[in-house]
């Protein structure tokens, strides 16, 4: 199996702002603050129920399949950097965001009746020699995220999934990306267990 060496910044591509149930309650996504300092990001308007929908078109399933595979090799790479570096800000808070992401597409999958792609990423991401490379590296992947669903709206007609991409969008621009940046802007100094707290009373 092929393993992909994140030593430089690696364009995989992330999405994250949601709170759908779909037959397992809300899905609360967390907001991206440093250490202690997470902060609930808000939920959908109303919670889906779980309702048997069409099979959907060639490009609309491409594009689903697309989006889990985001998910999860952003959750594969950033579980490597924490292997490697211990709980490091802010990729201890991302990575469960990550997991909450791969469960609504799973939801989303079964919804639609199309089967859930399998996850060859888990176990083959290999996190950068610095914090602050993982981080140029998150940085890069939030904006390669907000392009991939650019185009996933510009393609695909369904309206909740429009809504979906558009959610994981802003979550991606707005809290991902902003944590990242912050972590580059420090050097990747402050980020070590509890250095977050520490870069944010700075501010």
């Not at 079964?110 to 602050?132: H, K, S, W």
């Not at 802007?185 to 870069?199: E, I, K, L, P, V």
Request: aromatic letters at 8%; glycine letters at 8%; one cysteine or more.
């Amino acid at each position: 199996m092929q393993r992909f060496n994140l030593s430089v910044p690696f364009h995989f591509r992330r999405g994250r702002q949601l709170a759908l149930a779909l037959g397992l309650g809300a899905l609360m996504l967390t907001g991206m603050g440093m250490g202690s300092h997470s902060t609930p990001v808000q939920s959908a308007p109303s919670p889906l129920q779980l309702v048997k929908s069409a099979p959907p078109d060639t490009e609309t399933q491409a594009a689903m399949i697309d989006a889990i595979n985001d998910e999860y090799r952003a959750r594969a790479y950033y579980t490597a950097v924490i292997e490697k570096f211990g709980p490091v800000a802010p990729f201890r808070n991302i990575v469960q965001a990550e997991d909450r992401h791969v469960q609504l597409w799973e939801n989303l999958f079964n919804q639609y009746g199309v089967p859930v792609p399998e996850d060859t990423f888990a176990g083959n991401m290999t996190a950068p020699d610095t914090v602050l490379a993982a981080c140029e590296g998150g940085i890069d992947a939030e904006r390669a995220d907000a392009q991939m669903y650019d185009d996933f709206l510009t393609t695909i007609d369904d309206p909740q999934l429009r809504s979906v991409f558009a959610q994981l969008q802003r979550v991606s621009l707005d809290n991902h990306l902003a944590a990242f940046e912050r972590c580059v802007a420090n050097g990747g100094q402050n980020y070590r267990q509890g250095g977050g707290q520490q870069q944010r009373r700075g501010r």
